[in-house]
């Protein structure tokens, strides 16, 4: 595995991240496809929040001692606990590019990290370092892939065109 790849491509997808989200209507920061998904405002406080407590930590964690307990995370819990949907957007924004920037020098900063090193989750088994690496990538690719379904979504409902025409989603 290429890690450096990896990394860069954390770093450039805050411009994916952010071509999703500038310019977004005042109407569809919070508008959600249904009750049971996910707005906007709060993908993008999810991936702050996973950004710092999740990633960066547990991967830090595991380079230095595998044997450390990984503090408990709850993220679908946090939507309401932390109040996500009271935020502003652009505040959310910059909160999460500022953990990315955080993050992107931290891993940039590592020197021959045991990429190998491993820790034992209850649940997934053998985690190794490279593999919360690319696990944090996936992470990113998903949320892209969920706010450019929402985008969609937005669309077809603020339109009510027939968009088949564009090709099957």
């Known amino acids: 595995m290429n890690h450096q790849i990896i990394i860069n491509r954390l770093e450039f997808n805050k411009y994916v991240f952010a071509a999703l989200l ?29 950004e710092s407590e999740d990633f960066r930590c547990r991967l830090d964690l595991t380079l230095k001692d595998p044997n450390v307990e990984w503090p408990a995370i709850d993220p679908a819990s946090w939507v309401t606990d932390r109040n996500y949907m009271d935020r502003d957007l652009i505040e959310s924004i910059d909160n999460f590019f500022n953990e990315r920037n955080k993050s992107i020098e931290w891993l940039n900063s590592l020197e021959a990290p045991n990429w190998k090193s491993s820790y034992n989750h209850k649940l997934l088994g053998a985690m190794s370092a ?34 088949s025409y564009a090709g099957d989603w």
Request: glycine share 0%; with cysteine.
């Open 22 to 50: 500038q310019n977004t209507p005042d109407e569809m920061v919070k508008w959600k496809s249904d009750d049971q998904k996910w707005s906007l405002l709060e993908i993008v406080n999810h991936l702050c929040d996973e």
């Open 130 to 163: 490279e593999n919360i690496l690319a696990n944090w990538l996936a992470h990113d690719l998903l949320h892209i892939r969920q706010i450019t379904s929402l985008h969609w979504k937005y669309l077809a409902n603020l339109s009510e065109a027939n968009l």
